[in-house]
């Protein structure tokens, strides 16, 4: 809307968003009669949201498991939460390594007679989870500044075969370590 009027500002969220609103249209704008009830809302939204993180991060707290899966670099409190939720009992595997299997995070394999190729990661399995995995492999690859074997291992491996499959492959075994936790 504010576009359309040749108001325009960077990209911004939250509290900054609507101080840029305010400044850019102000009181006497043709369109505060419209901005005033939808900055309203966009407060109420944002107080909502903040008030949801803090009980995310204090459920998180309280649970033991939780804050031992979040010492992993690169995990936080939303994926230690839903790698806890989903995987529920860790003994119904028989080993770590079938858990990457089970969230998609393996490739698939074609076998016929003497043929025997690997194919794309085969997305079985919780796709919110695989999601928040691949995710905090990014992190621990790209923005982790702490040194560990995993990052070094995921970056040898980038330089090999590209990053998004070194991603996959470090999310894999970020799913391992955290079963074993």
Not at 31 to 54: F, K, M, N, T, Y
Not at 143 to 169: D, E, I, P, S, Y
Request: charged share 25%; with cysteine; net charge positive.
């Amino acid at each position: 809307m504010l576009k359309a009027c040749g108001l325009i500002f960077p990209r911004s969220t939250g509290g900054q968003f609507r101080r840029q609103v305010e400044e850019l249209s102000g009181e006497g704008h043709i369109l505060w009669p419209v901005l005033l009830p939808l900055i309203s809302v966009h407060g109420q939204v944002c107080g909502e949201l903040d008030a949801l993180d803090r009980r995310v991060r204090q459920l998180a707290r309280e649970d033991e498991t939780t804050r031992r899966l979040m010492t992993v670099p690169g995990i936080g409190v939303v994926t230690a939460l839903t790698f806890r939720d989903t995987i529920d009992d860790p003994s119904r595997f028989k080993s770590a390594a079938a858990v990457g299997a089970y969230l998609g995070l393996t490739p698939r394999r074609k076998q016929s007679g003497e043929t025997d190729t690997n194919g794309r990661v085969s997305r079985w399995g919780d796709r919110l989870l695989r999601s928040y995995l691949f995710e905090a492999a990014s992190v621990l690859l790209h923005r982790t500044k702490r040194w560990c074997a995993l990052k070094a291992w995921g970056l040898r491996l980038a330089k090999r075969n590209g990053m998004k499959k070194a991603q996959v492959a470090v999310a894999r075994q970020l799913a391992v370590i955290l079963h074993c936790i």
